[in-house]
């Protein structure tokens, strides 16, 4: 079992909007750091793009400041990324991440794809 359960990925036009979802899926206690990262093909590396922490302080990447807004329901810890003025540069495979104590845990991933 994934230990995140992510959904709302799909196809988009350019300029339009998804707002993906993030949850545990299992029981968790207290509120921990959550985030989102996408990872395009030919990249390594998993780009970081938001994360909000413990008091609820959101920081984003350069690339989706001013687009992508990164919320949690701490009742249900789930976490969102409403995601505005999608361009085709965003087309990636889009991960949630959640970080308990030294432990990160990841979602299986879930396309995005921006195209006309």
């Known amino acids: 079992q994934e230990p995140l359960v992510e959904s709302g990925g799909g196809l988009v036009q350019p300029g339009g909007s998804l707002r993906l979802s993030c949850a545990p899926s299992?029981?968790?206690?207290?509120?921990?750091?959550m985030g989102w990262a996408r990872q395009t093909p030919g990249k390594s590396a998993r780009e970081l793009l938001a994360r909000i922490i413990i008091d609820g302080t959101t920081y984003y990447g350069d690339s989706v400041k001013g687009r992508f807004t990164i919320s949690r329901d701490n009742a249900s810890h789930t976490a969102y990324l409403q995601m505005n003025n999608l361009q085709p540069e965003d087309t990636a495979v889009y991960y949630c991440y959640l970080n308990i104590g030294s432990t990160v845990s990841w979602g299986q991933g879930m396309q995005v794809t921006v195209s006309s």
């Open positions: 299992g029981s968790i206690s207290g509120i921990h750091p």
